[in-house]
């Protein structure tokens, strides 16, 4: 499923810079792989106990998973990965471990 979302004025602005001054007619958004198989309702019950419960100290916030927190933070979740299994210090500035239960 794409979202199709046509930015306001403000919006037009500040992304002009970013697109070589050229006027956004409109943004489109895709689903990710993941959010479709949630949308159909075939997330494994077996992807959900895999899945790691994280802490984020920058945010003060635990996400339910490292995809919840990707999605969340617009971060790549292999990166959140690395960060909270000791690979990585930090990751687009912010820091995760794994959340107590």
């Not at 979302?5 to 403000?10: A, F, G, Q, V």
């Not at 927190?69 to 959140?80: E, F, S, T």
Request: aromatic share 4%.
């Amino acid at each position: 499923m794409n979202i199709k979302l046509i930015p306001n004025k403000d919006m037009q602005n500040e992304l002009s810079t970013l697109v070589g001054n050229r006027k956004i007619l409109y943004i489109l958004c895709e689903e990710n792989q993941v959010d479709v198989l949630k949308r159909k309702g075939k997330l494994s019950e077996q992807a959900k106990k895999r899945s790691v419960r994280v802490y984020c100290p920058t945010t003060l916030e635990t996400y339910e998973s490292i995809q919840d927190a990707a999605i969340k933070l617009i971060l790549d979740p292999g990166a959140i990965s690395k960060v909270v299994n000791g690979k990585q210090k930090s990751t687009g500035g912010y820091t995760f471990k794994k959340a107590i239960n």
